[in-house]
């Protein structure tokens, strides 16, 4: 009997022990979160946009956050494998991710994901929104996306338009472009945004959707102009070229980039690390880091709740399309 009660004895001090510790773990992730270096996977290889804003990010967060940020490559599976690692990860803020529009959009859509896009993850933060511009030549006869419409309608099928990812954002962006306008337009791929503007250029092609680091060069040059770019908003350094939206096609189609977590990280660890990634976005030497690596012209912030909104719209007008186009996996 005796040996039954120190037994019993013994495993409810065991089952303290536990709670004890279990209770101290939850009041230092509610608490005093990050109490130890915090890391965020990359889900392409170095050197790339999403990559060195990562790094960026974690360069600065420490200032406010007090503890480093390692960054860790996981390339492969058109990002779905350092996607995947980030949400088979504890939900404690500890194992984050970078937001870029493929493994949440069209990739899931197009090959079979081990996650589900939408209900698996939490966008923390948008810190860039990769402008997707429809150009043409400069001696085009259109100022903007309705003189294209209006010639596009009287000429079904005449027009053809280039860019560089099939299936990809920019890909879908003009398909949904194309059917919000009901317009019929054929389109060339290429292999690079360069490729398109060099098209675009030549005659090849009447329109083609650029970035604003391949159509700048052309545009200040004076031998391709802007017609209206698929962002929410307009673009800082382009602040004259007016949104698809605002020239009444509802087309809001952008490649964003920031930073995400898995869905069931708590709800005060993703608001502290909210409050920290903005910090990080208004610190001046941040801003001095994006400008020299290129990005300042994309630089576009979205907190929480508005990335998840986003990031949803995306994925859900992007899915039909992709249907349409009968890519869908």
Not at 31 to 48: F, R
Not at 211 to 220: G, I, N, Q, T, Y
């Amino acid at each position: 009997m005796k040996k039954i009660l120190m037994i019993m004895l013994i495993a409810l001090l065991a089952f303290g022990t536990l709670f004890a510790e279990g209770q101290a773990e939850t009041a230092e992730t509610a608490d005093s979160y990050p109490t130890k270096p915090m890391k965020v996977i990359v889900e392409y290889n170095a050197g790339g946009s999403t990559d060195m804003l990562g790094r960026a990010i974690a360069s600065i967060i420490p200032k406010y956050l007090d503890q480093p940020m390692v960054v860790e490559n996981r390339p492969g599976g058109s990002g779905m494998i350092g996607v995947d690692a980030v949400l088979k990860a504890k939900a404690d803020g500890y194992t984050l991710g970078t937001t870029s529009s493929g493994p949440f959009t069209t990739v899931p859509m197009t090959q079979k994901a081990p996650y589900d896009p939408v209900n698996d993850v939490k966008f923390i933060a948008t810190f860039t929104l990769g402008p997707i511009i429809v150009c043409a030549s400069a001696d085009a006869p259109w100022d903007d996306l309705t003189d294209l419409v209006a010639d596009a309608k009287a000429a079904p099928g005449k027009y053809i338009y280039g860019q560089n990812a099939p299936g990809g954002t920019t890909h879908i962006a003009m398909e949904i472009f194309r059917a919000t306008s009901g317009i019929d337009m054929k389109m060339i791929p290429y292999n690079s945004g360069s490729e398109v503007a060099a098209a675009l250029l030549g005659g090849h092609v009447d329109t083609g959707t650029l970035s604003p680091a391949e159509a700048s060069e052309h545009v200040k040059a004076g031998t391709l102009k802007m017609l209206g770019v698929f962002n929410p908003g307009r673009m800082a350094d382009y602040p004259d070229i007016k949104t698809a939206l605002e020239q009444g096609y509802d087309v809001q189609v952008a490649v964003p980039k920031g930073i995400f977590a898995p869905a069931g990280i708590s709800d005060d660890i993703a608001e502290k690390l909210e409050a920290a990634l903005e910090k990080v976005y208004n610190d001046e030497e941040f801003k001095a880091i994006v400008k020299q690596i290129g990005l300042a012209p994309e630089l576009y912030w979205m907190n929480m709740g508005d990335s998840q909104k986003f990031m949803k719209g995306l994925y859900d007008s992007m899915k039909p399309v992709v249907e349409e186009l009968g890519l869908g996996n």
